[in-house]
């Protein structure tokens, strides 16, 4: 199914082009111009990156870019999403046109986390075996805080915690009735990701009914 999203300055501002194809939150997350579009805190950066975004978004195949020069500034009619800068910081408008800052949207904050676990923030290079946890964590759709070290469980009764980019992470669990809860921690060091993924779904059952990818 083709998305259509549009990227404007300020909600009712100028119109600065069009995507169409994968342009819902993910999709545009999912490349690089498109991140920083998202994170913009200035208008200049935030032009400067959807125009780039334009770009890549049809040399790479993710599907067509139409400019406002296309079409007499005048954008298409339909839109599933907008991507609008206010000054300070991006909004999304949803499908049911409600508005959300785009750094709190959960598809662009598992990109964000993506990319600073990528970058090194951790520092230095990841092992593979970072990696591999690191997809068990989004197979479970848990959500990086803004150091890009702790991801959250949906139902946030498991954190877990990267403490050695060589292998190393913490998870903490709080399990038990509203009458018993009980708190543990686990270090898995360089063990399969498969440890990881069977101690997630004991320390919080629920996670079993989400759609793993892991």
Do not use: C
């Amino acid at each position: 199914m083709s998305t259509y999203a549009q990227f404007l300055t300020g909600s009712n501002g100028t119109w600065l082009g069009t995507l169409q194809r994968d342009s819902y939150p993910a999709g545009v997350a999912a490349v690089g111009p498109g991140r920083l579009a998202l994170t913009a805190t200035d208008p200049d950066t935030y032009r400067d990156a959807v125009e780039d975004l334009l770009t890549v978004w049809e040399d790479d195949g993710h599907g067509a870019a139409i400019y406002p020069r296309h079409r007499d500034d005048t954008p298409p009619l339909d839109t599933d999403y907008m991507y609008a800068f206010d000054g300070t910081r991006v909004w999304i408008r949803k499908p049911d046109h409600t508005w959300i800052p785009a750094a709190h949207h959960p598809d662009v904050k598992v990109a964000l986390g993506r990319d600073r676990v990528h970058s090194g923030l951790l520092g230095g290079t990841m092992t593979k075996i970072i990696f591999d946890y690191f997809r068990v964590l989004e197979g479970y759709e848990f959500q990086p805080d803004a150091n890009g070290e702790t991801f959250r469980s949906p139902g946030g009764q498991v954190s877990v915690t990267i403490t050695d980019r060589e292998g190393s992470l913490t998870v903490t669990a709080l399990t038990g009735d509203r009458a018993r809860l009980i708190r543990w921690t686990t270090l898995i060091a360089g063990a399969p990701a498969e440890v990881l993924d069977a101690t997630l779904r004991a320390a919080e059952p629920e996670l079993e009914t989400n759609v793993h990818s892991g």
